[in-house]
């Protein structure tokens, strides 16, 4: 047996038995956004670093090569939101902790009888960095607090949300549009709470996983 990759429990593989192959993997390093130089406050900085570390590949799934087409998408379907490190050739690629943001399932085939021979997956990871996601939507302003100021912001976010009610289980709306990596948010979407790090809140939702700052997030009445 050939492993080509490794996330979790979860390989991709070459075996006499089974085959599931790597397709199309794209990653890049992409630095923040410039901040600017504005000296004014305490402890302000104009460090830059990294943005969150995104990772993209798919996969065909073929019932002529023994692979279990339905029962595959419904395990992946259970590993979204999850964190691991993601092998390559026995190596480490990307952080440490790598979310599943999404799977998206495409081009299944199906025989007379409804069962799936087919199906393409195209998986889309993100690290999994709470601190850095804030960072990153803090460098929109122009302005990054220093380490320091970061630690009394955590706090104070941490009582906001049990002030707020928010906890995981509970079930929310955003109140802006896009999320810290950008992607776009529907207000109208009820969520749920997965984790809350930092102050930032990770939600479950129709579209894949969102984190959001606590001020951005309310209860569902």
Do not use: C
């Amino acid at each position: 047996m050939s492993t080509i990759a490794k996330w979790r429990k979860q390989k991709w593989l070459v075996s006499p038995e089974k085959i599931k192959d790597l397709r199309s993997l794209a990653f890049s390093y992409a630095q923040q956004a410039d901040n600017n130089n504005s000296t004014e406050g305490k402890g302000l900085t104009n460090e830059k670093g990294l943005e969150l570390f995104k990772m993209s590949f798919s996969t065909t799934l073929l019932a002529a090569v023994g692979v279990d087409v339905r029962k595959e998408i419904n395990n992946w379907k259970k590993e979204v939101t999850k964190t691991g490190a993601f092998y390559l050739n026995g190596k480490q690629l990307g952080p440490k902790k790598m979310r599943l943001d999404k799977v998206g399932v495409s081009n299944i085939l199906v025989d007379n009888k409804g069962r799936m021979l087919q199906a393409t997956l195209q998986f889309n990871f993100v690290e999994d960095d709470p601190e850095k996601a804030a960072d990153t939507s803090t460098s929109a302003t122009g302005v990054k607090a220093s380490k320091t100021d970061k630690e009394e912001l955590k706090t104070s976010k941490t009582d906001n949300l049990e002030t707020q009610g928010i906890k995981t289980g509970s079930y929310v709306h955003s109140t802006q549009k896009v999320d810290l990596d950008g992607n776009p948010v529907n207000t109208d979407d009820t969520m749920k709470v997965v984790s809350t790090k930092g102050g930032v809140v990770t939600m479950s939702g129709p579209n894949g996983t969102v984190s959001l700052p606590h001020n951005y997030v309310s209860l569902v009445d």
